[in-house]
């Protein structure tokens, strides 16, 4: 489909201005419409606008943020909504101590918590459960939550910088709704449909969601386009609700890898940022399936169970031709043409969770047991590798000289990694006194993995065992709105590779030191600040040894009289050490704010390689900032009457990181550091709550990076010279009408 022009957008909004009076009036959705609160099921107040106030992403139960022993932020529904976030990376901008890793060309989400974390690490879930989603962030999404440092004691394997959960709408009792329809400067835009609601003589609710979107690529060839629909019902009984859940998604998308650096000057090559390297079939396109099943039963008023189920499906072909090395003097690329055809990934992720509270001696107790189990099974079926090729020239390209390769490479081909985990898992928050409080967890998982590649497959990683790891933290309210913490976790993940044989190497292990304030300011501000410190150990890399070849290689290759080989060891250690701060919430009168800064020094502590050991990790940066402020001016007259005017403007800052685990060009530039450049980025938006034909409508324009700064947002991570390219100027156009 071709990309929407701005007429089509004018013909949305003409479509939508007839929707809302086309509509019965009826009430506005707390949730989705133009109130500030945000609720749980049982009325608890989980936002109230900007400010989070509570999450169970930390406990398993919705716990006020100011009693968890561990750093959480929130970016709420109605930040998502001021921002017109549309991707997890405009979401985490909100958070402190974030930044962004290899991407995959721009096709999966990827990113560093506290330094740590890589693409596909299992780290993103969706309402607690893994996903196999390559972008998890869909207009299903309510909020996100962060869990920063160590998290294996309630969610398994896991790097030790924290978790990412996206929490999901769900079916509501109460008829509501709304259609939106968006125009982009990127010459495109789409239309959004949610509707919820009862359905009438049964204790069924429903809730239906749909998008469409499609927009031209900001850089110089390539469209964007996604289709969602979300169905999903709730049964409410007495003392029990289930909800069911269907998630298919469809998407099509450049696969870009950005820019190169020259090794010369360090910097970006000096080319409009616009331009690409590689040609118009570097294209990914797919599709994903997402069934979910939750359950609540309560006992009593004291004692519930919870059950969660999620199948997820993504299958996904792509066609790149690869930049694979770069000549400074002469400004020649050398190219390669690969393809991944038939990717197919399965996740099974499910848990139960009894929780309850007691009191036991005169301590209350409130009281986690439960039990996962997780299968994560990915297939690269063919992969398609071509030999490399010279000659395309970054100052003056000349596209369509490189054709599709259709060359599988048996040795690539065949890719597999199959996960499956089990555990059991406990935790007690007990409340010593009436101002302190304990938090004590224990989780036991087995586990066991294969990976490898190749026709004939070559297991390259076969591994089993299990894990113990515990969970320790205590809080101390000072005042009724202003607590002090401190807390130690533990965490793990199996070793494995796909590439290169490593059999059963140990995992690796992580734990964490964190102490920290949080306070509730002013009665709309929550705040936290942490400071942590994080060891990484058992971090595997690459050696190389020589043999003497036996008799049957000697047979089959009289000339190879040695054979060298890639050994893999686990030796490594890496460190990360510093201060986040957290601010959201309403400041004064009108006024909101989120706020964040981090400081994260993440190096390499230990190598057998000493030329990395005090090297800082790739992607990684030390300081990172934002501030988002919006003001409500109130009512004011308009084109459609009196309306509510909204405004707000903000910047995010990323400092520099290093491009590369050595923090240097590839050979044989290898005295050339390699980092990527600070930048800053301002962002604006301007938001009208009116009445249209008897009905709740929105009109808003956001305006994305003012100053159109080019920016650097991450590298592969290796010793490559790609980097990936940040969006420039855009203004987006929306209009929302509620019922």
């Keep these: ?218 850089r110089n060839f390539g469209t964007e386009n996604r289709q969602v629909v979300a169905p999903s019902v709730t049964w409410q009984g007495d003392a029990t609700r289930v909800t069911l859940g269907y998630e298919w998604s469809r998407y099509h998308e450049p696969f870009d890898r950005g820019t190169v650096f020259d090794p010369l000057t360090g910097k970006a090559v000096r080319v409009p940022s616009s331009r690409r390297f590689d040609e118009r079939y570097n294209i990914t396109r797919g599709e994903s399936h997402v069934a979910t099943l939750s359950a609540e039963h309560n006992f009593n008023e004291r004692w519930k169970a919870n059950l969660n189920y999620a199948f997820s499906h993504d299958f996904y072909a792509d066609n790149q031709a690869r930049v694979m090395g770069y000549n400074p003097a002469t400004g020649i690329l050398t190219r390669r043409v690969d393809a991944t055809q038939g990717s197919s990934t399965s996740v099974h992720s499910g848990r139960i969770d009894l929780v309850g509270k007691e009191t036991i001696l005169g301590f209350d107790h409130e009281i986690l047991i439960g039990a996962s189990y997780d299968q994560w099974n990915g297939h690269r079926q063919n992969m398609i590798r071509s030999q490399q090729r010279a000659g395309f020239n970054i100052y003056n390209p000349v596209y369509g000289t490189l054709p599709q390769s259709f060359a599988v490479s048996n040795s690539e081909s065949d890719q597999r990694e199959i996960l499956n985990t089990t555990s059991v898992y406990i935790q007690d928050t007990v409340a ?148 986040e701060l957290d601010i959201a919430g309403q400041i004064a009168p009108d006024w909101s704010l989120v706020g964040t800064y981090a400081y994260n020094d993440a190096r390499v502590e230990q190598d057998p390689d000493p030329t990395i050991n005090g090297k800082r990790l790739a992607n990684a940066a030390i300081h990172t900032a934002s501030l988002f402020l919006t003001h409500d001016f109130g009512l004011v007259s308009g084109l459609f009457g009196e309306g509510r005017l909204r405004a707000g403007i903000g910047g995010r800052y990323v400092g520099e990181r290093a491009g590369s685990a050595t923090n240097r060009f590839p050979s044989p530039y290898t005295n050339a550091r390699f980092f990527l450049p600070e930048y800053a980025v301002a962002d604006a938006f301007l938001a009208y709550d009116t009445q249209v034909a008897g009905r709740p409508a929105t009109f808003q324009l956001n305006l994305r990076n003012l100053t159109n700064a080019t920016t650097y947002t991450s590298s592969i991570g290796s010793n490559n010279y790609a980097v990936t390219i940040g969006e420039p100027f855009q203004a987006i156009v929306t209009a929302r009408t509620f019922w």
């Design 432 to 579: 010593l006194t009436d101002r302190l409080t304990a938090v004590a967890g224990l989780r036991y998982q087995d586990y066991d993995q294969i990976a490898g590649k190749g026709r004939p497959f070559n297991r390259n990683t076969d591994v089993s065992g299990n894990r113990t790891v515990p969970r320790l933290g205590l809080v101390y309210m000072l005042t009724p709105n202003l607590s002090v913490y401190g807390s130690y976790s533990e965490t793990f993940r199996p070793n494995s590779s796909i590439a290169s044989r490593i059999g059963a190497l140990p995992p690796e292990l992580g734990r964490a030191y964190e102490v920290g304030l949080k306070a509730e300011l002013f009665g709309g501000i929550t705040a936290t600040a942490a400071l942590y410190d994080i060891l990484k150990s058992n971090v595997i890399y690459f050696d190389t040894a020589t043999r003497s070849a036996t008799q049957a290689e000697l047979a089959a290759r009289p000339s190879e009289k040695t054979i060298t080989e890639t050994i893999a060891r686990v030796a490594g250690r890496v460190r990360s050490r510093g201060f």
């Design 1 to 218: 489909m071709p990309p929407q022009s701005p007429s089509a957008t004018v013909l949305l909004l003409g479509a939508l201005l007839a929707a809302s009076d086309a509509q019965a009036q009826g009430a506005s959705d707390p949730v989705v419409a133009l109130d500030e609160l945000s609720v749980t099921g049982d009325g608890k107040a989980i936002s109230r606008g900007y400010q989070p106030v509570r999450s169970s992403v930390a406990t398993i139960t919705e716990t006020p943020l100011i009693k968890v022993p561990q750093s959480i932020a929130v970016v709420t529904e109605q930040v998502l909504q001021d921002q017109a976030v549309r991707s997890l990376d405009e979401a985490l901008v909100n958070v402190s101590g974030i930044t962004q890793t290899n991407t995959l060309g721009g096709t999966q989400d990827a990113f560093l918590r506290r330094g740590f974390g890589e693409r596909a690490d299992g780290s993103i879930l969706r309402d607690g459960l893994r996903t196999a989603l390559p972008r998890s962030f869909m207009p299903t999404t309510q909020r996100v939550e962060v869990l920063k440092g160590p998290a294996s004691a309630l969610y398994g394997i896991l790097d030790p910088g924290g978790l990412i959960n996206i929490v999901t709408k769900k079916p509501r009792f109460v008829q509501a709704g709304y259609l939106e329809v968006f125009g982009t400067s990127f010459n495109g835009g789409g239309i959004e449909l949610d509707q919820t609601g009862p359905i009438e003589g049964t204790n069924l609710a429903y809730r239906f969601i749909a998008e469409h979107r499609n927009r031209e690529y900001w």
